[in-house]
Each structure stands twice: as C-alpha cells, then as structure tokens.
C-alpha cells in the first residue's frame, strides 16, 4: 500500500506448472475487497512456474518462473 499515491497491489504466489491465472486474479480480487484502502488505483500479481495461458489486462501482472530469472539476473545487472 502506498498512502502517498495511494495505489495498493495485491499477489499470490503459486509454486506450481499450468496455474490458470484468470481464475487466480478473480479470486484475489474477491480478497482485496476485504481490505481497508482506500485508493485511487489496485494492481494485482500473481507469481507462479508457469501459466496455462497469460491474461493481459492494465492492472495485471502474472510472473512466471522466467519473468523472475530476468528480472533477478537485471536487478543484478544493474546492482552492479
């Protein structure tokens, strides 16, 4: 949550192949409403090892076991 912006992202993590990751964000959609923030903006995250198929909506970000090795190895990169 950030106050300032007042933008909140909610993620779940599913270490497991093949996650439909629609039903996934529908879920922690359902989640979030019981949450207290009151924001301008929600973004939602779902972090797995692989996706049947990736959904592409503008507050949705689905993460698989390669997204995460690249964005790893990059922040390295630039770290050094």
Same mark, same amino acid.
């Given at each position: 949550?950030?106050?300032?912006?007042?933008?909140?992202?909610?993620?779940?993590? %599913?270490?497991?192949?093949?996650?439909?990751? &629609? +039903?996934?964000?529908?879920?922690?959609?359902? %989640?979030?409403?019981?949450?207290?923030?009151?924001?301008?903006?929600? &973004? &939602?995250?779902?972090?797995? +090892?692989?996706?049947?198929?990736?959904? %592409?909506?503008?507050?949705?970000?689905?993460?698989?076991?390669?997204?995460?090795? +690249?964005?790893?190895?990059?922040?390295?990169?630039?770290? &050094?």
């Amino acid at each position: 949550m950030n106050d300032k912006t007042k933008e909140v992202m909610f993620c779940e993590c %599913k270490w497991s192949d093949n996650v439909n990751g &629609y +039903r996934i964000i529908q879920d922690l959609k359902k %989640k979030a409403k019981f949450v207290p923030f009151k924001g301008d903006k929600e &973004y &939602y995250a779902v972090f797995a +090892r692989s996706f049947k198929k990736k959904i %592409k909506e503008d507050n949705v970000f689905l993460f698989d076991i390669n997204d995460m090795e +690249r964005l790893l190895m990059m922040g390295w990169i630039m770290f &050094y």
